[in-house]
């Protein structure tokens, strides 16, 4: 398969999805089908890449490709920021039975979804389809703060301290069970990790030596080397990384959040740094995010910050096509979705 970008075509590269238990067990009524829309027809979201691919997705998977009226019966949603626009869509347009959504994580649209949900509607996410390019991101991330990347690449003089920790044979927390959980696992594997998985609900994930539920987080947090934090954001997950988990850890311990900001409480986590009660920290989000000029955690010890870019357009655009092709067939066959939200759990 190809990918149409502006004037050329491009090879899709060589990431694919990776699909949890939760993106493709959670169950979904099936739906009327008929014409699709795709909007906004001029998004601003500059981390999505243009528009075009994905109506090529919707053509290619056999779907009517249609503009937006009362015969559509599915929307695929492109932008992340115009959360507002989207619930005055579903609002107007009650004979929606599917809607599409551009991420993995659906916080951006907790408001829409607790307040227009109905029966007969269905949402999906793109949940599980940047997972090899974000747990890649983890990864590297996982080793600068081992050895020190942070500290070092500020140095204006030679620093002849010798410290550094190898990732080999160490104790790795995850915190969430989905599709980045399950690629850090395999890219993993090589370092004879011993590998713990937080998750919120019972059953194991393969390749994790042990599995266990969110109330034991402080049950294994001192036993981590690595901690990562791939988690969804709720209401109930909002700092679940504070003060307390943070000085639970052990101050050899490295903690990386390629999830959402506001998992991990920032004043905490700058304290925890300056004072040294943990190793490291690397995070490709933040909370508030953009982080402003000035912050403490910029100056924090041992510190990596990335401007949330686990991923680029070039990486989302094919996979997020692949995912609209998948569903579009299965709204036309009246099959089963992938990445079905919950919208009451919020993910």
């Known amino acids: 398969m190809k990918i149409r970008q502006k004037d050329c075509v491009c090879e899709v590269p060589q990431h694919v999805a990776v699909l949890g238990d939760e993106t493709t067990s959670a169950a979904a009524p099936r739906v009327e089908s008929g014409p699709i829309a795709v909007l906004p027809e001029n998004h601003d979201d500059n981390t999505i890449g243009g528009s075009q691919v994905f109506r090529d997705a919707v053509i290619e998977a056999g779907g009517d490709l249609q503009p937006l009226g009362p015969d559509t019966r599915g929307l695929v949603w492109l932008s992340y920021t115009k959360s507002s626009e989207l619930g005055e869509v579903l609002a107007a347009n009650p004979h929606l039975t599917w809607v599409q959504l551009p991420w993995a994580g659906v916080d951006a649209y907790a408001q829409v979804l607790s307040e227009l949900s109905r029966p007969g509607l269905v949402f999906t996410s793109a949940k599980g389809s940047y997972a090899q390019p974000v747990a890649e991101h983890a990864f590297g991330m996982i080793f600068a703060l081992l050895r020190l990347f942070p500290r070092r690449i500020r140095a204006t003089s030679w620093d002849a301290e010798p410290k550094g920790i190898s990732l080999f044979n160490k104790n790795v927390v995850i915190i969430g069970a989905g599709g980045i959980a399950r690629e850090l696992i395999r890219q993993l594997e090589p370092f004879n990790t011993h590998i713990t998985v937080v998750r919120r609900s019972a059953g194991q994930v393969p390749g994790a030596a042990s599995t266990v539920t969110t109330n034991r987080l402080h049950k294994v947090l001192p036993t981590a080397d690595v901690v990562v934090v791939a988690a969804a954001l709720t209401g109930e997950t909002t700092h679940l990384i504070g003060a307390e988990e943070l000085a639970l850890m052990k101050p050899t311990a490295v903690l990386v959040n390629i999830?959402?900001?506001?998992?991990?409480?920032?004043?905490?986590?700058?304290?925890?740094?300056?004072?040294?009660?943990?190793?490291?920290?690397?995070?490709?989000?933040?909370?508030?995010?953009?982080?402003?000029?000035?912050?403490?955690?910029?100056?924090?010890?041992?510190?990596?910050?990335?401007?949330?870019?686990?991923?680029?357009?070039?990486?989302?655009?094919?996979?997020?096509?692949?995912?609209?092709?998948?569903?579009?067939?299965?709204?036309?066959?009246?099959?089963?979705?992938?990445?079905?939200?919950?919208?009451?759990?919020?993910?």
């Open 259 to 347: 999830a959402r900001g506001p998992l991990v409480d920032p004043d905490a986590l700058v304290e925890a740094l300056n004072a040294e009660k943990i190793y490291g920290a690397a995070m490709d989000v933040t909370q508030p995010e953009p982080l402003p000029d000035g912050h403490p955690l910029w100056t924090a010890k041992n510190v990596l910050i990335t401007p949330h870019m686990a991923d680029t357009p070039d990486m989302t655009a094919p996979l997020l096509a692949e995912r609209i092709s998948r569903n579009v067939a299965a709204f036309i066959a009246g099959e089963q979705f992938t990445g079905v939200v919950d919208t009451e759990a919020g993910y």
